[in-house]
């Protein structure tokens, strides 16, 4: 008998900043499943900024959503009817598709993960895409060092928070933004950063100087926009900058820095990065994560909304600078 499923489709692309006009529920059944696929039925779906740029029918590292179809997103869910042995009834597993109920897929397009060593919505956050991007970020693009002094713009977002916690866990000095006092309050005696900020009180620029006298060596870029601008006179000689996102410039385009030639004269690195051309790297990301996590040494945060009916809502607020979301947006399905 086929499972019903509610999913979240793509009703019409925005202008400027997106809407709830712009999402619409469906409800459809789901068949069984054939050889060498699986029944799953989601538990937590991840909501991303990145998400934005696939709303635009635009050429970009990833496809756009279609009008009239499913999103898709990160998730996690249990496997309720199975035709692989591999993969039993109970299996809890990582995929793409999220923003709905249930699913059928073939197994090669999903992940399993270990429930006994973190809850399954970690592997959304610290665990999953979210901790990796900023291991990535962090290790492969900007290669930082023990002692340094990096910056990270949007330090209490999902990437964000886990870049503070990864460079301090590896000695370095962390100054970081966020867009509300009650973020940056978590940044100060939560994640311990040396050095927290406001960027909507007073200028970035300033702020580095006060936290970062000396300058930085590292700018792990979420943002792009002012800060990026601020931590390009920041940087010292031969500074990198991984630009992971630009999340002031996703419902409107911003200016680019206006002291870009400081690239030249201190001699820096910018890099951007995919996080998908790096998932090779996900076991000795997931070889550090893990045993971190078990000590409380890395902390999984999360914002938790419940129901499929949330989600375009927490993919708004995602959005919004200031909004009350800190660390990894995760959209709990009802049971």
């Known amino acids: 008998m086929p499972t019903v499923s509610r999913e979240v489709r793509l009703a019409s692309r925005p202008q400027g900043e997106p809407s709830l006009s712009n999402f619409s529920f469906a409800t459809v059944e789901v068949r069984e499943p054939h050889a060498g696929e699986v029944l799953v039925r989601n538990e937590f ?19 756009p959503f279609q009008v009239g179809q499913p999103l898709e997103g990160g998730a996690v869910g249990r496997v309720i009817a199975s035709q692989d042995e591999g993969f039993p009834v109970g299996t809890y597993v990582q995929s793409i598709y999220g923003w709905r109920e249930a699913f059928v897929a073939p197994v090669e397009r999903l992940q399993i993960i270990d429930t006994s060593v973190a809850p399954a919505s970690a592997y959304l956050g610290i665990l999953g895409v979210t901790g990796l991007t900023a291991w990535v970020g962090l290790n492969r693009i900007a290669n930082l060092k023990t002692g340094e002094a990096i910056f990270v713009s949007g330090g209490a977002g999902g990437v964000g928070n886990a870049a503070c916690q990864l460079a301090k866990m590896h000695g370095c000095k962390v100054i970081a933004s966020a867009g509300s006092e009650e973020k940056v309050r978590f940044l100060r005696e939560v994640l311990k950063v040396d050095y927290a900020f406001n960027y909507r009180d007073g200028s970035p620029v300033e702020h580095l100087r006060k936290g970062a006298p000396d300058g930085i060596d590292v700018y792990f870029d979420n943002t792009g926009g002012p800060q990026l601008e601020a931590a390009l006179s920041a940087l010292r000689n031969n500074g990198r900058i991984a630009m992971c996102g630009g999340i002031a410039g996703y419902n409107t385009p911003v200016p680019g820095p206006r002291n870009l030639i400081l690239v030249v004269a201190k001699r820096l690195r910018i890099e951007g990065f995919i996080v998908s ?38 993919f708004l607020d995602l959005l919004r600078s200031g909004a009350g979301n800190i660390g990894k947006m995760i959209v709990k399905l009802a049971d």
């Not at 779906?45 to 496809?63: E, F, I, Q, T």
């Open 277 to 314: 051309d790096y998932f090779k790297d996900a076991p000795a990301f997931l070889a550090e994560a893990i045993p971190a996590l078990k000590s409380g040494k890395l902390i999984n945060r999360e914002t938790v909304v419940v129901g499929l009916d949330a989600a375009p809502a927490a």
């Open 45 to 63: 779906l991840s909501v991303d900024p990145y998400m934005r740029g696939r709303m635009n029918d635009a050429k970009s590292y990833v496809p």
